[in-house]
């Protein structure tokens, strides 16, 4: 009894969400601008891409690395990031992580070369590991009350979903208008309003057993970093190929081998408690599915309309608003306000359903399909699905969690999410490929048909995202069986 005392007393924050009163909203901004830095650099590089490359003198073959080594240190670190959180204390490591990140992205918008912006990327992957966690844990202890909880996670979670969207938009105009190293700079400044959360976030001295569970780590980052480097080769080596199922295998053997040994320590990294809870569970596999389809999507979109439909950066980015005015209609407007009210499976399962229809919807296009009847309306539904997934989803990741748990429970959303983004751009990107290749060498490699086949393969992998959703939609209607939520109940610490 005593030593569950002090457990408790280590745990408690030092000034609580009743004590912050409406600095609650406050806080809300600033953690919200933490997690929209985060999400636009999964998809803003993307557009800086061929510019960096061609300054840089990068080659075709080495050019992926930049994405790859943010990916590999971000998917990696993530669960090791989340338990420092809850160690050291969720503010704290806001703040180490997110003036990390921003010296990072300067450090990578100013490289000289190649093997500098490497590192840089390397470096924002490492500390978008602490900052990621942590944000989602800040707010999961910020907000308890159900009818506050879902208006947060319902901004939180249209900036999960959207933010990709918004990432290809700022890409687009400061490559075309100022230079491509300003959307590694942009991160600054964002980053600097962010630290301003210091005054109004709720502070806590973490548990202060700073005992990490060493063989955990090693199994996690070594399984992760293996899966999504596995996930990012299979783009040029092929999924059949012996080095992406040997990175696949012997990353999910790994992961296999620590959840045997996380069974079993006294202080695990990721206890078991957290992932086998069903609401959880169906919450990290609504993440996973939603990313999955997301990433794949806006890349395999991306090219459609620069290669087949001819836009500019900037005329692509602003193609994309649709989306993300969805997104932030769905989640904000209609999940948050349902979310106190009905099951997170009434939501999300309706909402996979109907991103699922938009990307059907995506099959018919072709080289003469105009914007306003095959890209528009798909995007509308996508958006509005994604937003009914993302925001109960955000939300019930960190359901009920105990309070020393809750950075290490954010950690798993977050690894969800970027191992699912991996995964989905692999997976669709190497489906559209082969699909254009085929349908190229039944026509006999006519230079003219270029266009043709690649819209070909874009709709092969929008067909596969689709099936997906639909299949993950089915699963977790009978999964995630987590009633209406009601008054809540005392955290468990």
Known sequence: MERRSADVAETRPTKGPEDLGRRRW????????????????????????PSAQHDLGVSDGDRQWIITAYTLAFGGLL???????????????FLVGLFGFAG???????????????????????????????????????????????????????????????????GGLLTEYLDWRWCLYVNVPIAVLSAF????????????????????????????????????????DGWGSASVVGLLAGGVALLAVFAVVESRVARPLLPMRVVWDRTRGGAYLGVAVAMIAMFGTLLLLTYHLQVVRGYSPVRTGVAFLPLTAAVLVSAGGVASRLLPRVPPRVL??????????????????????????????????????MGLVMAPAMNYATHEVAARDSGVASAAANTTQQVGGSIGVALLNTIATSATSGYLRAHGHDPRLLRAGLAHGFTRGFLTAAVI??????????????????EPSVPEV
């Open 26 to 49: 406050v806080a809300l901004v600033f953690i919200c601008l933490a997690q929209l830095m985060i999400v636009l650099d999964a998809t803003i590089v993307n557009i800086a891409l």
């Open 197 to 236: 959360g210091w005054y109004v976030l709720p502070a806590d001295r973490g548990s202060g057993r700073a005992r990490l569970d060493v063989p955990g780590a090693v199994l996690a980052v070594g399984g992760l970093v293996s899966v999504v480097y596995g996930c990012s080769r299979a783009e040029s």
């Open 79 to 93: 669960l090791l990031g989340g338990r420092i959180a809850d160690y050291a204390g969720r503010r704290r490591v």
């Open 469 to 486: 959703l639909a299949v993950a939609a089915v699963i977790l209607a009978v999964l995630m069986n987590t009633p209406r939520p009601g």
């Open 348 to 385: 999300m399962a309706p909402g996979l359903l109907l991103a699922a229809a938009g990307l059907a919807w995506l099959v018919r296009l072709d080289v003469t399909t105009s914007y306003a009847s095959g890209v528009l309306p798909a995007q509308l539904l996508v958006g509005l699905g």
């Open 104 to 170: 990072a992205s300067a450090l990578g918008g100013a490289a000289p070369g190649f093997g500098v912006l490497l590192a840089a990327r390397a470096c924002q992957g490492a500390f978008g590991a602490l900052l990621a966690p942590t944000a989602l844990s800040l707010l999961a202890v910020t907000f308890t009350r159900p009818g506050e909880r879902a208006r947060a996670f319902g901004v939180f979670g249209a900036i999960a979903a959207g933010g990709g969207a918004i990432g290809l938009i700022l």
